[in-house]
């Protein structure tokens, strides 16, 4: 297994939108570089002219009816936000 | 009566039921009671709703006094796992990120549950997000083993197998992505079924990696596994990778095909450590008893089963890395009370790092990396070239066979903790169960016999849409032998 450090792990993190805690960070980027070392095996095949799958069973132009169906009220659809008034989500300011 | 009332199968009560020797409400209740006498010592529920579930057990005793029952399951409980939406009861995917989460709408296969008069019962643990082979992962509890109180459920349908072998629940539902029904199925002594690749509708399932998840049924035999996916199964418009394709009656094509002499193939890459895998005995036997029957066993080849480790977790962890992009601390997830105002996005990054559990963060930053610019094509599309090759090697196998056998899992249930801390040996627990999704085909696990006293899975896997066959081929085995009818001592 490759000893070698794969992952920048702040920037990554960032990324993906986490905060972690430089204990984390020590953990995780030891993990994932083996897990990364681990999964580099795939380079040892020849995979020249071989196309991808993205789907098992790939099923093509999906296509419906563009129709208003009232499938949840706003009560419904906005019951589970952590914050609300006046039928909207409230979040933090952002711009001033 | 009771004693025998649980561990009756879904089948059986369904015959009670219609001849009334036995009300949905005198089931439920035996059921309710079954649950908490266990509970303590299994923990396989999140949460579950008595009064809820009474009053559906009396709608279907209703409907069948007036005449009108609606089919086989009406009024039988069925446990769900807690990442499939059930409206007005919670969703938490065992994770703090959606801990107050309550669905405002049904999952298809709950609304196919629900038109065939099904009971739908508690909330079954998960490992958080399905993430996991333990239901270790979880955020709130984790689950025993019931023929051992020491090891894990598997996972990450851990909570479903568990409750099913428990006899906690007639029957439950789980999702498998890379293994998660047939890994615990195999732990817990009980029938476990992965549908092909849009056989079932993923609509209100909430997703980990959309490309292999599949929900399926976690039963005591294998009838009732084919009475569940029955009623879960059919194309539908709000899935558009489901597949447009006539469902066989499972039940009648298993009775139709009984005494068929099967043609089984054994990837030899399966069997290369038979030696040094503790599960393989009541394999091998199984698969001596094939022979018995008649049925051409023959070795077959699956040359790239060494790198499907690799291409899974390269690809279950993208596709999760962006299906989870949408827990944002915004719209109805956990949010953070303190967080940097001065930076527009640390209201994410700090939600996300309270409300997610380690190995998701891991996940979902391998996903990350292995998506990021300049890392792409060597990782992402890598792995979906050779998950081509990977699909390949089983059209090839089908040429020859009509399915596969293999051992479930390379070891039965571990003891809590003894993984935990070293994710990549995790990982590799799942090596038999992965090629399945990343290929799309069916498959199952059957309990076919135990090491050190803990159950030991055989698993079938079958060509696309025709899980009638697979089933077939499990209902020969069972029909010989008695383990449906064993169950662990709680």
């Keep these: 297994m490759s000893e070698e450090k794969h992952i920048d792990i702040d920037y990554t993190a960032k990324l993906a939108r986490i905060n972690l805690t430089d204990a984390e960070k020590e953990k995780l980027s030891s993990q994932l570089d083996s897990i990364i070392g681990y999964v580099e095996k795939l380079e040892e095949l020849d995979t020249s002219g071989v196309e991808p799958t993205a789907h098992p069973h790939p099923v093509y132009n999906v296509w419906q009816e563009d129709v208003v169906a009232s499938e949840l009220s706003i009560e419904e659809a906005l019951k589970n936000a952590p914050a609300q008034r006046d039928n909207m989500i409230v979040v933090p300011k952002v711009v001033d | ?490």
């Design chain 2, 1 to 490: 009566m009771s004693e025998e009332l649980h561990y009756k199968s879904a089948s059986e009560l369904s015959e009670l039921l219609g001849k009334k020797e036995l009300s949905a409400v005198e089931l439920m209740k035996a059921t309710i009671a079954r649950t908490k006498a266990v509970e303590d010592k299994v923990a396989a529920f999140n949460s579950y709703d008595e009064a809820d579930a009474l009053k559906q057990a009396e709608a279907s005793d209703a409907r069948r006094a007036a005449g009108e029952a609606l089919g086989p399951l009406d009024g039988i409980p069925v446990g769900i796992k807690d990442n499939l939406a059930v409206n007005g009861q919670p969703l938490t995917c065992s994770s703090k990120m959606l801990e107050k989460f309550v669905s405002p709408y049904d999952a298809t296969c709950i609304e196919k549950l629900k038109t065939e008069g099904a009971v739908l019962w508690g909330r079954l643990n998960l490992d958080e997000f399905a993430m996991g082979s333990s239901t270790e992962n979880s955020a709130f509890k984790t689950t025993s083993n019931p023929w051992n109180l020491e090891c894990i459920p598997g996972g990450s349908s851990g909570g479903s197998a568990a409750a099913t072998a428990a006899g906690q629940a007639a029957m439950t539902l789980g999702s498998d992505t890379g293994g998660s029904i047939r890994q615990p199925a195999s732990h817990c002594g009980v029938v476990g079924v992965k549908p092909t690749y849009g056989r079932v509708s993923r609509y209100g399932l909430a997703a980990f990696a959309s490309s292999l998840d599949q929900i399926g049924p976690v039963t005591r035999n294998v009838k009732d596994a084919a009475l569940l996916l029955q009623a879960i199964s059919g194309h539908d418009e709000r899935d558009s990778t489901s597949y447009r394709i006539s469902e066989p009656n499972f039940l009648a094509s298993m009775e139709k095909q009984r005494g068929r002499k099967w043609t089984l193939g054994l990837p030899k890459e399966y069997f290369a450590n038979a030696a040094s895998t503790p599960a393989m005995e009541p394999v091998l036997k199984a698969i001596e008893f094939y022979r018995s029957l008649g049925c051409e066993v023959k070795e077959v080849s699956l040359p790239h089963t060494d790198y499907a480790v690799a291409t899974y977790y390269i690809i279950a962890t993208a596709e999760a890395s962006s299906n989870l992009a949408r827990y944002d601390g915004i719209r109805y997830t956990h949010r953070a009370e303190k967080f940097d105002t001065k930076d527009s996005v640390d209201i994410y990054c700090q939600s996300r790092a309270e409300g997610f559990g380690e190995e998701v963060k891991r996940r979902v930053i391998l996903g990350t990396y292995v998506l990021s610019s300049g890392y792409y094509d060597a990782y992402y599309l890598k792995a979906q070239k050779v998950r081509t090759l990977i699909r390949q090697d089983f059209e090839k196998a089908f040429e020859e066979v009509d399915a596969l056998l293999t051992p479930t899992s390379p070891t039965p249930a571990f003891k809590k903790g003894e993984k935990s801390s070293d994710p990549l040996s995790m990982y590799l627990s799942d090596i038999y169960t992965i090629s399945a999704n990343l290929a799309g085909i069916p498959g199952m696990s059957l309990p076919c016999g135990y090491s050190d006293g803990l159950p030991v899975g055989l698993q079938i896997l079958g060509k696309p849409f025709q899980e009638d066959e697979m089933l077939s081929i499990a209902n020969e085995f069972e029909a010989a032998h008695g383990f449906k009818d064993q169950h662990p001592s709680l």
